[in-house]
Every structure is written in C-alpha cells, then in structure tokens.
C-alpha cells in the first residue's frame, strides 16, 4: 500500500471551470512538487494544458473506454511516481451514459478515493447554493465530497452569505471564493479550448490560471484535503518488461496533429516499437519507419500548410501503395483523404483513400462510439467489440471513385463513425477511423501494429527506402 495525495475538481455542469482551477493548481504545485494529472473522460485538449502546466504527461481515466481494474492499475502506476496527484472531472460530477452514472466523475471518486472539491457557479443565487450542495451530498452518500468552490461570485456580501450557509447546512469547508473575472477564460474552438500547440501564449494563460489560484482558493486546506486521501489498497505487481523488437513506428506530431493518448504512445514502446515523430507541416520526406500512426487534430485550420507539403502527400501515398502499415484516427483519416474542403477552399491532401472531406460548423459525431469488426482488416480480429470515442466536426462529402479495395471494417452500434453506419475505412494495410481507441481498454491493438510493421520490415522492400531520408532521422 502507498499513499497518494491526491485531489479531484469537479462541477454541477461543463463550462464550471474545472479546467482553470485545475491547470491553475497544477502549476502552483508544480514549483514545488512533481505533479501528475489525470483527465476524466476521452478529452485530449484538457489533457495538453494539464501536461502543459504540470511538465509531466497527463493521463486517462475513462470507466467506458476501460473497465474499472484496467483503470485502477493504470492510475496506481502512473500516479506513483507523483508527490501530489490532480484529477479533472468532465461535465457534471455525476453525470454519465446511464440512470446509474456508470462512468460519471462521481463513479471514478469513489473507486480510486480521490476527496473531491466540487465548483459551484453562483451567479444569482445564494441561500439555493447550500440546497444544491446538500442535493450533491446526499444523492450518493459515498462520494467523497470535500470541499466547495464558491465561483462567479457578484461581491463580498454574496460570498458571506452562501459560506455561512454551506457551513451550517452542509458541514463542508468553502475552500475557494471567485469573484466574476474576465480574460481568464481560455480561447476556445467548436471543439472546445484551443490546444496549447496552437495558443501564442500558452503560458502567459497557465500563469494567469497559477495567479487566479494562489489568489482566490485556499491552497494550504485543499493540500491537507489531498493529504488525507486514504491509503489504497493495491498490490503492486511487476511492470511489463519491454520488449526489444527492431521495428520502428513513425507517429506524425505537430500543431496539425496532436492528439495522442500517452498510454496509447507507452503501449507501442512496451510492444517493442521504436517511435519516429515527425511533422507533416515541415518534413517533406518520410523517416525510416515500418508503420505509421497518424493521430488525430486539426487539419483543416492547417490545411494549407499540409496541401502545400506536396513531397510528404506523395511519400506517404506511395507508400501506402507499397503496403506500408498505416492505423489513422479521425484527423488522420482526413489527411489521407483526396481532398479536404474548408471555407470554400478546396486543399489536395495525401490521396491514400477515395474520400472528398467537408467541414461542418456543427459536431457531425460527439461521444462514445461501439463499434463491432465485421470484415478481415490487418488490426482487429472479425467478431470483436471496441469501444472508442468521436469528435468530428468534418465529413464526408463524396467517394471521388469507385474502388472495390476499399471497404468498411466496423459497423457501429454506438455512434456516427463515418457514414452513420460504418467506420473504419480499410485499403491495403491503411484502416483510418473517426473513433479513437484508448490503448489501455484495447490491449490488442499495439501488438497488431507491431506485428504488421514486422511483416513490412522482414518483406524486404526497396521501394520505401527511396522514400526515407535515411540520414535525417
């Protein structure tokens, strides 16, 4: 057993600010301590301000990606190598897919004990703030509920008043009064914040969140809340050892694509892969590599840049023609698209698949997605459920040909996917996807991508070399 200070933020509703306070507070602690912070839920933006603002990776925690031991043991790992541990809710505290709140904040605090502050917006309210926090309390007697934020308070006297009643009707501690602050929000997109890679002034806004912290919360009672946090029990088991496979697996990364799950990156490591980044905004060749996982993010506001990177377009097509491995996800799928279409502009893009992409101003697929595999694919085994998550705003707009080699491998049973129907579009050794998979509720999927990349390597080919810029990498 080991001790894990360790505090959860969360609210009645999205747009609380969790996001602030947490970003906020893992920078405060972070001058001091090694922080470590979890996302509740799929998001990626969250989780690049939270690694932003602690300098460590932020990981996962999602009850439907994952099931609960798969979620304990990952927490437990990476949490262990943190002085103090911070965890941001998603949505309202218990909110989730069911009655029951199966995958809610509140389900993930009670199973991993994390003493939870919870946001209040107290805009035009005051006595009702204690009634609503008494409802919070006693709708599940066993989520750790421990402090309260008082947020979007109007003056002095408002916060007095809703203190006093907090304390004599909820028996809770008010570690925080937040007055209404402008230019403290983070900008944000259709998608929700813009992600750290693209903000000018990533750090001006983590800062500013530090300095609405250290200002406005108490940080020395919401430590010794944290340091409360009872012990877990768990036993520590042996790591997987890494396994030594010369494959290399090249992940393109840049502000273009960024959306990757740590564990998803860990997993691959642990599978024996060697991984190559690079970007597709300023690399015009391929690296050496055997496979190639292109993530998701935001292709269409670099779509330009992208069209314009006419030589790593080709590359990549070609060697998607030569059979090189390629598992893409949402973003990814876009860029190996023949076109994508934003703003009334049309921009070629890499050409692997017989799709034309559009871009909608509303979500076209928004939450959790199942998907079962239905067809032969290189990746997933017929007869398999996977559960996954989507987010696109971007679509398709028209197949530019017919190809018998092209075809769908999932069929949906939760969410948009592609078609409304289908996801997962295969051609060749290429399966690109709108739904993302968590690597650790999808165990598989590592050691299928280094299994292919295996085969292409011990293939022989020569075609890709001429490809590789074999001495820049």
């Not at 199966?102 to 035009?124: F, G, R």
């Not at 090189?324 to 049309?346: D, F, H, N, Q, R």
């Not at 871009?359 to 697929?365: A, D, E, H, I, R």
């Amino acid at each position: 057993m080991r001790e894990f200070p360790r505090i959860a933020i969360s609210g009645l509703s999205g747009d609380a600010g969790k996001t602030l306070i947490s970003v906020g507070l893992s920078r405060l602690w972070a001058r001091q301590r090694r922080v470590i912070c979890f996302k509740k839920g799929p998001d990626y933006i969250d989780m690049a301000w939270l690694s932003l603002a602690a300098s460590y990776p932020c990981y996962n925690l999602d009850l439907f990606l994952a099931n609960k031991s798969q979620v304990y043991a990952s927490f437990v790992w990476n949490a262990s190598k943190a002085d103090v541990v911070v965890i941001e809710g998603n949505r309202g505290l218990y909110d989730g897919l069911d009655r029951e709140g199966s995958v809610s904040t509140a389900e993930l605090a009670k199973l991993l004990e994390i003493p939870l502050i919870l946001i209040i917006n107290c805009s035009k309210m005051t006595r009702t703030t204690a009634a609503v926090v008494l409802g919070c309390l006693n709708f599940d007697s066993q989520v750790p509920i421990k402090g309260i934020i008082l947020n979007q308070l109007a003056h002095t006297r408002h916060q007095k008043i809703i203190t006093a009643c907090i304390e004599k009707y909820c028996h809770l501690p008010v570690v925080g009064n937040i007055p209404k602050l402008r230019n403290i929000i983070f900008p944000g997109r259709h998608l929700g914040l813009v992600p750290p890679q693209e903000h000018p002034q990533a750090e001006e806004a983590i800062e500013n969140a530090a300095e609405v912290v250290a200002k406005y919360l108490d940080i020395e009672k919401i430590w010794e809340i944290a340091s409360e946090a009872p012990l877990l029990k768990f036993k520590l088991q042996k790591m997987p050892q890494y396994r030594e496979i010369s494959v290399n697996i090249g992940i393109i990364r840049d502000s273009a694509f960024q959306f990757y799950y740590p564990e998803n990156i860990e997993a691959l490591k642990k599978a024996g892969a060697k991984i190559i980044e690079f970007s597709a905004l300023n690399d015009d060749l391929l690296p050496p590599i055997d496979a190639l996982y292109i993530g998701g993010g935001f292709p269409e506001t670099h779509a330009h840049l992208l069209s314009a990177n006419k030589g790593l377009r080709q590359a990549i097509k070609k060697a998607a023609e030569d059979g090189l491995p390629i598992y893409a996800e949402c973003g990814g799928l876009m860029y190996l698209s023949e076109k994508l279409v934003s703003e009334e502009k049309t921009y070629p893009m890499a050409g692997v698949l017989p799709l034309v992409i559009g871009v909608s101003k509303k979500p076209q697929g928004h939450g959790y997605t199942i998907l079962k595999v239905e067809k032969t694919n290189p990746y997933f085994k017929l007869g398999e459920c996977l559960r996954g998550h989507e987010f696109h705003y971007s679509y398709v707009l028209g197949w530019s040909g017919e190809d018998k080699d092209t075809y769908f491998a999932f069929k949906m049973k939760r969410g948009y996917g592609i078609d409304g129907k289908h996801d997962g579009l295969c051609y060749k050794n290429v399966l690109a996807t709108y739904t993302h998979l968590h690597a650790l509720g999808t165990p598989d999927w590592a050691s299928a991508l280094i299994k292919q990349a295996l085969v292409y390597k011990q293939r022989g080919s020569g075609e890709i070399k001429k490809l590789c810029n074999c001495s820049g990498f």
